[in-house]
Antibody
Framework: QVQLQESGPGLVKPSETLSLTCTVS????????WSWIRQPPGKGLEWIGY???????NYNPSLKSRVTTSLDTSKNQFSLKLTSVTAADTAVYYC???????????WGQGTLVTVSS | QSVLTQPPSASGTPGQRVTISCSGS????????VNWYQQLPGTAPTLLIY???QRPSGVPDRFSGSKSGTSASLAISGLQSEDEADYYC????????????FGTGTKVTVL
């Protein structure tokens, strides 16, 4: 059974960089789109972007200038960096495995990141 | 910001049938398959329906999905109290939108 687990700071100061890592267990990082999604408190889901196992990336145009994702196949991990954060970036951040045929079939439990000084 | 439109709420009594609509465009639902996610209170979303009408292992057959043109729908037959949750449709998008777009979400209440 594939499992994903997010890790990283729960509090980030405005203008700084949000950094999260997702560790994948029970499977390997191959042939899938490893994705990040966020959900502001009380609101809906927003796709942030993905990194394919080959290393190619695709991001939400609304966040593209501030987002970077990376992959560490040796550790079965992928990561998210979001720069110049503001209070509007406060959200629960989820990592997930995606494919064109099955959508987002495995999700992490989510981690709340609060942007505040 | 959501590209796919859903009604904000739906409700029914136990045993009833509830249907949720999802409206998109030619670049997403019109040219790609639709997925549905269930988010129980305080938990992460889980995949409920993929490829318009396929259920992952473990999802009860009370849940069914369909698609026509640029719209899709999720039906819950024999509504149960544990079905009270938020439901999101989603699809890959071929335009300049985000590569994967979600619906606005529908809160299902069991009366």
């Amino acid at each position: 059974q594939v499992q994903l687990q997010e890790s990283g700071p729960g509090l980030v100061k405005p203008s700084e960089t949000l950094s999260l890592t997702c560790t994948v267990s029970g499977g390997t990082i191959s042939s899938y789109y490893w994705s990040w999604i966020r959900q502001p408190p009380g609101k809906g889901l927003e796709w942030i972007g993905y990194i394919y196992y080959s290393g190619s990336t695709n991001y939400n145009p609304s966040l593209k200038s501030r987002v970077t994702t990376s992959l560490d196949t040796s550790k079965n991990q992928f990561s998210l960096k979001l720069t110049s954060v503001t209070a509007a970036d406060t959200a629960v951040y989820y990592c997930a495995r995606a494919s064109y045929s099955r959508g987002l079939d495995y999700w992490g439990q989510g981690t709340l990141v609060t942007v505040s000084s | 910001q959501s590209v796919l439109t859903q009604p904000p709420s739906a409700s029914g009594t136990p045993g009833q049938r509830v249907t949720i609509s999802c409206s998109g465009s030619s670049s997403n639902i019109g040219s790609n398959t639709v997925n549905w996610y269930q988010q129980l209170p305080g938990t992460a979303p889980t995949l409920l329906i993929y490829s318009n009408n396929q259920r992952p292992s473990g999802v009860p057959d009370r849940f069914s999905g369909s698609k026509s043109g640029t719209s899709a729908s999720l039906a819950i037959s024999g509504l149960q109290s544990e079905d009270e949750a938020d439901y999101y449709c989603a699809a890959w998008d071929d335009s300049l939108n985000a590569p994967y777009v979600f619906g606005t979400g529908t809160k299902v209440t069991v009366l």
